[in-house]
């Protein structure tokens, strides 16, 4: 492929994402991967060269483009020698005065006000910034100091003791260690999650939303005698932790949950769980530097919906959570709404309740939580809050 078609089929691959952001589809990496199946004439290069003008105009754009073509003229407008291409064989047409081009930005505009104030403008660059590959060790099986000469240029993660740090390009899949469930990709502000949760031997634990089940993989490690039940929602997400836990060597017993029934489904958890831990559906404005495109998805009514869901997962988990116990209460988001607006507002309502805080060694105290954040911890973004019961 020329220089030009490369940038004409960054164009179509946009126009895709858009399409997809506006009907919640596939995510821009599946996107890309789809377009060049059915393109066989495209080269290793020539598909990395356009995953590359896709993910630089992606990330240029805080708010959803009119169109692919608008997207990529707002990035060659800074680009000399991509301006150039237009108007070339194989390239995107010609350029017109006064065609639309998309404006740069790291926030949609709209999201500026709901933001953590913890989250300031000289932090905001960090949030579309490259991001490592953060590994949890399965402590149940090994040590992070054998894993470390395991992979090339691995470093401890600073904060969580059992994360390893490698290249944000690193390729672990094919990777003995990976195979043998010797280790899982895993964030480490998603591993402070797990961390939070305290797992303790003997312990009955409740991941209300456990999505693919990385936590509950962590607090399975942890605690390898811990009573840990993963439940969910989404068939299809659920359904990948039967596999990952054997690979693992993890017991964890999980249960697809029918909303709203969820309490009438557990009504044998209640008041009975040590620990709920709620990650709850979120914004994921925590995770815009390894899903920029995310930032098209969101809409004010969508982020309604999402807190309305949070309030109501919180409500559910402290019917389950036994007198004492604790729910540990977690969004992959850095907006007050869903984080320590949300505690607050659940504290509000039940004045017995006390908040927690047990991970003083990271992040920033928010309302009585942890914030973590790309600049400030070199983490994906996350809210974290560990909330009493009362005896």
């Not at 530097?289 to 309030?311: G, I, Y």
């Not at 007050?336 to 908040?355: H, I, K, N, P, V």
């Amino acid at each position: 492929m020329t220089p030009a078609a490369r940038l004409q089929a960054a164009i179509e691959v946009l126009d895709l994402v858009i399409q997809s952001a506006r009907e919640d589809g596939p995510p821009a990496d599946a996107i890309v991967t789809r377009y060049f199946k059915t393109r066989r004439y495209a080269g290793s290069k020539d598909r990395r060269a356009v995953r590359e003008l896709v993910f630089r105009a992606i990330r240029r754009t805080a708010e959803r483009p009119e169109s692919g073509r608008a997207a990529v003229i707002g990035l060659a407008n800074s680009d000399a020698e991509l301006l150039e291409l237009f108007g070339q064989p194989r390239g995107p047409e010609p350029l017109v005065d006064g065609e639309p081009a998309s404006d740069a930005g790291t926030i949609p505009d709209w999201l500026i006000p709901d933001l953590s104030q913890l989250v300031r403008p000289d932090e905001w660059p960090a949030l579309l910034e490259r991001a490592p590959l953060d590994l949890r060790v399965n402590i149940a099986r090994t040590t992070r100091e054998a894993l470390l000469d395991v992979f090339d240029g691995a470093a401890p993660t600073p904060l969580s003791p059992w994360g390893v740090r490698l290249a944000p390009d690193s390729r672990i899949d094919d990777s003995d260690a990976y195979r043998e469930g010797l280790v899982e990709v895993q964030d480490e502000g998603s591993q402070l999650i797990a961390l939070a949760c305290d797992p303790q031997p003997g312990r009955k634990i409740l991941d209300l939303c456990a999505g693919a089940g990385g936590k509950s993989l962590a607090l399975a490690a942890a605690a390898p005698d811990a009573t840990i039940l993963a439940t969910d929602s989404n068939r299809a997400r659920l359904s990948k932790l039967g596999p990952r836990a054997e690979r693992a060597g993890a017991a964890i017993e999980t249960r697809l949950l029918n909303p709203p029934r969820e309490l009438e489904e557990l009504d044998g958890l209640r008041s009975a769980a040590d620990v709920v831990l709620v990650d709850a559906p979120c914004s994921g404005s925590g995770t815009w530097r390894r899903n920029p495109e995310a930032r098209w998805r969101l809409t004010p009514e969508r982020l309604d919906r999402l807190v309305a869901a949070q309030e109501r997962l919180l409500g559910i988990a402290a019917e389950l959570v036994r007198p004492g116990g604790a729910i540990v209460y977690a969004v992959c988001s850095l907006l007050r709404r869903e984080g320590a607006g949300q505690a607050e507002s659940f504290l509000g309502s039940r004045s017995d309740w006390t908040m927690q805080d047990i991970l003083t060694f990271a992040g920033r105290a928010d309302g009585g939580g942890r914030l973590v954040t790309p600049a400030h911890d070199g983490t994906d973004g996350f809210f974290i809050a560990r909330l009493l019961k009362p005896c």
